[in-house]
């Protein structure tokens, strides 16, 4: 068996998730499976770096997956590309060694979420934006994002139950930085860190887009990061305005 | 009865065309006159600055139609805009004088054309932007441009049949400028004239293209006009790149 890995980007509104389902429901893994299935006539599971929710996108998702024999690699994108429905293009391909998995391995992640703040809903970017009516204050949201930088226990920052953890999973992350540029009309903040909860990326969200519209101080965040306490963070911000941008692998 | 113009922008991919049609097919025209019927209680017949074609978008099309009352305006595009389907969005309302006509008093309009050249399709731009392998001459498309800058019969340049035009029916129009330009990974080509006959900026399009591709010289595009004849011009770019961008009238 050879161990493959490729990049895919995918525009999640029509499906149910990254994940695979029992029910009926479609999910973006089973999609690609299946046309993985059609291209190489033989059956394979798919890991993710992670799973995306219900309506988040990914521009850099990382897959892995075992198959019998080394395609050609040229032939097999584009066969797979053809396959695939218009909204999933697998951008590279590649061999990778065999103790190699897309999230086991990784090492580091990427997500960027897109707001739209005080102007009306443009139907083009509607699908991948979150629209609010109200203006946000960025450099209130800068300092609230500077606080959250750094090596935390991020529990009050997911929809993850205290009591449902496994014993001995750790809910401690580091956020290496929390970027937030405007890119045309839209507000683009960009977070890189080690590892997200889950939930996590659109609670900081939702928490920094209150803080922007000064329904909350700069420095509340303290108190959810040191409560561990999802009831003193903001809201969970929409998936639509969810990317999954990157990721990455210390050594391949 | 009061006459009211509208601006409304669309992403055209899922209806069959503006046009309202006898069969069931869904267009752009009969799902906002039905959201205007159940927004005012009244139904009417809206008159828009052009056909747009099957799956081709319009930043600033422009509407007018006829109602008995002067409704609440800014209720009433709240209401409209929460009726309408997310792919439709009425930018602005307001009341013109009896004798004005989106399309008959319509006095210029501009047409946007996406291109990306040479590069992977990408999902999220897929059903804006019409993706080819090949990379173009951005200055021999622009030489070509400029030739077709000017007053001319632009018959060559239009899917329609000399045989079936209207005896007083005119083919001669004016562009007043084609730009060029490049816009992040996108080539974006901005065409302003006084009116278009129909597929011509489709057409105009393609025959750029082959000459950015190499296929044809820039001069070629004189023995188009000068010998009307559709045969010598390129083929028709597909809809899926073209916006209906802004429509202008002199007076309202």
Chains 1, 2 share one sequence.
Not at 30 to 58: M, P, Y
Not at 62 to 91: G, Q, W, Y
Request: with cysteine.
């Amino acid at each position: 068996m050879i161990n493959i890995k490729m990049q895919i980007e995918y525009d999640g509104s029509a499906y149910n998730g990254w994940q695979k389902q029992k029910n009926t429901a479609k999910t973006l893994q089973e999609t690609l499976e299946n046309a993985i299935q059609t291209t190489l006539k033989e059956s394979c599971e798919v890991a993710g770096s992670g799973r995306t929710d219900k309506g988040v996108h990914a521009k850099g998702q990382v897959v892995t997956f075992a198959c019998r024999n080394k395609p050609d690699f040229p032939m097999f994108l584009h066969h797979l590309n053809e396959t695939l429905p218009s909204d999933i293009r697998v951008k590279s391909v590649e061999v990778v060694p065999r103790g190699f998995h897309a999230r086991l391995s990784a090492t580091g992640k990427t997500y960027v979420y897109y707001i739209s703040a005080g102007e009306d809903a443009e139907v083009f970017q509607r699908k991948y934006t979150y629209y609010i009516e109200e203006t946000l204050c960025l450099e209130k949201m800068r300092q609230a994002a500077q606080r959250l930088v750094g090596t935390h226990d991020f529990i009050g920052f997911s929809s993850l139950r205290k009591e449902e953890l496994p014993e001995n999973a750790s809910t401690i992350r580091t956020i290496s930085d929390i970027l937030i540029e405007e890119e045309g009309h839209r507000i683009k903040i960009t977070y890189k860190g080690n590892g997200f909860l889950y939930n996590m990326v659109r609670i900081l969200t939702g928490t920094l887009i209150e803080v922007g519209m000064g329904k909350r101080e700069a420095t509340s965040v303290d108190a959810v990061i040191i409560e561990r306490n999802r009831q003193l963070a903001g809201f969970t911000a929409p998936p639509q305005g969810l990317f999954l941008w990157d990721v990455n692998y210390d050594k391949e």
